[in-house]
């Protein structure tokens, strides 16, 4: 394994009953680089989170997280190891302010200086939440709440960022801006698994990217690389 290496995923099979919903896919996320994993609906792609996060136990192959298996670990573990997922549909706390969410993300922090730096820095990223710490998140329009949630993710400092979606149902404007953050986050090193259906948004960004198709891992290669690809151009931007 590369020290390079954050994330392996190795011929990793999971079952949702009787629907064989990843059939042994193969993903490496290697320190400090954007990768991208692009499909359809249903092909796979949040439950390759899913399965990193420790929410779906895989039937089968390894997750490696900075060389340890962690496949079939308690989500709480998987977090604690460092790797945070921004859940599609946002899923931040509706009635909490926004502090409180903020604070809640970094729950398992112990060093309380540090975690006045880190708000110091989400405040940075993302100044509209500074104006509004004391508003309830439900209150909060589409956009900021998205980046509530990508805030209280940077709260427990992670060594992967995993983002599943975080663009869907935001008015185009607030969908280039999410994907500047996204740019922003990784220049300050943060490395960064990203799931989206956006294609060309994600693929402008991604150092590199998987193609999911029925839970099989299709076509892989540069981010750039794969935006001038026909079947990729024609299957997922819409082009003929």
Known sequence: MNRNTVLEIENLHVFYGGIH?????????EKGRIIALIGANGAGKSTTLRAVSGLVKPQQGFIRFLGQDIAGRASHQVVEMGVVMV??????????TVMENLLLGGY???NRQELREDLEWV?????????????KGGTLSGGEQQMLAVARALMSRPRLLMMDEPSLGLAPLLVKE???IITTLNAQGVTILLIEQN????????HYAYVLETGR????GEGKALLLDERVRKAYLGEE
């Open 21 to 29: 919903a990843l059939k042994g896919i193969h993903l490496t996320v």
């Open 87 to 96: 859940p599609e549909g946002r899923r931040i706390f509706p009635n909490l």
């Open 108 to 110: 398992i922090r112990r």
């Open 123 to 135: 405040f940075t990223l993302f100044p509209r939440l500074r104006e509004r710490t004391w508003q």
């Open 178 to 180: 999410i994907f500047e």
């Open 199 to 206: 294609a060309k948004a994600a693929l402008e960004i991604a």
């Open 217 to 220: 891992i299709t076509l892989e």
